[in-house]
């Protein structure tokens, strides 16, 4: 059974480490509001995410991203979700947690 994880808070919060710990193979992370700094190529944060299984997919929301001027800043492994894209993944995933 897989998983949607939906972060909206940036690395060093609880919540981000609170998902890293139950995120498995085959699950996916959407990060969202603030959590898409998270996705910065390079930055600290990042980091704590370039460890994770290749088989845990990493998408930012792409508004969110937008939104902050961040779209040519993700780190490479980065999938930018538009809405629809959110909503293929609710219907992929047999759970959605959400991480504030």
Do not use: C, N
Request: charged share 15%.
């Amino acid at each position: 059974m897989t998983t949607l994880h939906l972060i909206s808070k940036p690395a060093g919060h609880p919540a981000v480490s609170q998902a890293l710990s139950v995120a498995q193979p085959g699950d996916a992370l959407l990060f969202l509001g603030d959590g898409v700094t998270t996705l910065m190529a390079g930055s600290q944060g990042f980091q704590v995410l370039a460890d994770l299984d290749r088989e845990i997919t990493l998408y930012g929301l792409a508004a969110d991203i937008q939104a902050r001027g961040l779209s040519t800043r993700l780190a490479e492994r980065v999938v930018m979700a538009d809405d629809d894209l959110f909503v293929t993944l609710t219907a992929q995933h047999a759970r959605t947690l959400s991480w504030f």
